[in-house]
């Protein structure tokens, strides 16, 4: 069974820092692309950034709006991904959700977690 | 202001068909595939439709998606009440070199 679970959301006050973790099981993970995407409350959903599998040399893309604040990591031998968050402001207020990304071109997140929620506040 | 354009909402009644539109550029839609999620009330968004016109194992026929030019629909045809929900296109924008969701289209159903 496919299952992804993030961990680490929590109240961190702005300019602090926060990891989160998803931990994916029921696939081979080294191969995959895995993506995060937030949602602030009561708002849309907005793509983060990615990281690529080995093959492609692990390589990560992110959306403008964390680039330099945000960096995507992962560890194939705990079929694990990560999001370090530093400089956080209170726009970063949201549920972040790991997700896997199919064999299509783009956008194809076939597999979600439950996602978790970051509070930015003071 | 979301680089796709959806409209914030729509409705219809039970058996009735639905469209909601998406709106991009020659950046975004115009030559890559759009994807359409549905996410219900406080759960996580699912695939919905794939490659422009795909549907993942699971989904009923009753969604469909198109694409012309830079914009695209999804339309859901014999409308049930577990329909109501967000739905959200998506596409790889090439200028941004990154994802980009549409704002949401918030539907019920009647």
């Known amino acids: 069974e496919v299952q992804l679970v993030e961990s680490g959301g929590d109240l961190v006050q702005p300019g602090g820092s926060l990891r989160l973790s998803c931990a994916v099981s029921?696939?081979?993970?080294?191969?995959?692309?895995m993506n995060w995407v937030r949602q602030a409350p009561g708002k849309g959903l907005e793509w983060v950034g990615r990281?690529?599998?080995?093959?492609?040399?692990?390589?990560?893309e992110y959306a403008a709006s964390v680039k330099g604040r945000f960096t995507i990591s992962r560890d194939d031998s705990k079929n694990s991904v990560y999001l370090q968050m530093n400089s956080l402001e209170t726009e970063d207020t949201a549920v972040y959700y790991c997700?896997?990304?199919?064999?299509?071109?783009?956008?194809?997140?076939?597999?979600w977690g439950q996602g978790t929620l970051v509070t930015v506040s003071s | 202001q979301s680089v796709l354009t959806q409209p914030p909402s729509a409705s219809g009644t039970p058996g009735q068909r639905v469209t909601i539109s998406c709106s991009g550029s020659s950046s975004n839609i115009g030559n890559n595939y759009v994807y359409w999620y549905q996410q219900l009330p406080g759960t996580a968004p699912k695939l919905l439709i794939y490659?422009?016109?795909q549907r993942p194992s699971g989904v009923p026929d009753r969604f469909s998606g198109s694409k012309s030019g830079t914009s695209a629909s999804l339309a859901i045809s014999g409308l049930r009440s577990e329909d109501e929900a967000d739905y959200y296109c998506a596409a790889w924008d090439d200028s941004l070199s990154g994802g980009v969701f549409g704002g949401g289209t918030k539907l019920t159903v009647l």
């Open positions: 997700a896997t990304e199919g064999s299509s071109p783009g956008p194809d997140f076939d597999h």
């Open positions: 029921g696939f081979t993970f080294s191969n995959l692309y």
């Open positions: 490659r422009n016109n």
């Open positions: 990281t690529k599998n080995k093959a492609n040399s692990y390589t990560t």
